[in-house]
């Protein structure tokens, strides 16, 4: 069973918005001290897009999204969004959120994150 479950993907045009969400399915009850969204477009490789520390809100993005996304959570639903602004083309990718409840001192890195969601598609046209 799926742990982590994005939701709010879509088909948008260039300079639209999206809002995904991630939220914990029920039965279970993880406490996570960072989440994360990731994204894979077609033939490349997945790359970070931003993390939050579950516990602080503090947030980091990748220099390509800073500006334009940013990353909320809802403590008391175990739920962290990631608000999309400005689309451009290249946003085109499958987004995946992930979490960790075992990293609370550093940023974690992408293989430290060991819970993952299913993924949920954005394309963005020109």
């Known amino acids: 069973a799926q742990v982590l479950v994005e939701s709010g993907g879509g088909s948008v045009q260039a300079g639209g918005s999206l809002r995904l969400s991630c939220a914990t399915a029920s039965g279970y009850s993880y406490v996570y001290t960072y989440m994360a969204w990731f994204r894979q477009a077609p033939g490349q490789e997945r790359e970070e897009v931003g993390c939050i520390r579950t516990d602080v809100g503090t947030t980091y993005y990748s220099d390509s999204v800073k500006g334009r996304f940013t990353i909320s959570q809802d403590n008391a639903k175990n739920t962290m969004y990631l608000q999309m602004n400005d689309l451009k083309p290249e946003d085109t990718a499958m987004y995946y959120c992930?979490?960790?409840?075992?990293?609370?001192?550093?940023?974690?890195?992408?293989?430290?994150?060991?819970?993952w969601g299913q993924g949920t598609q954005v394309t963005v046209s020109s």
């Open positions: 992930a979490a960790t409840p075992n990293i609370a001192w550093r940023r974690p890195a992408q293989g430290e994150y060991n819970i």
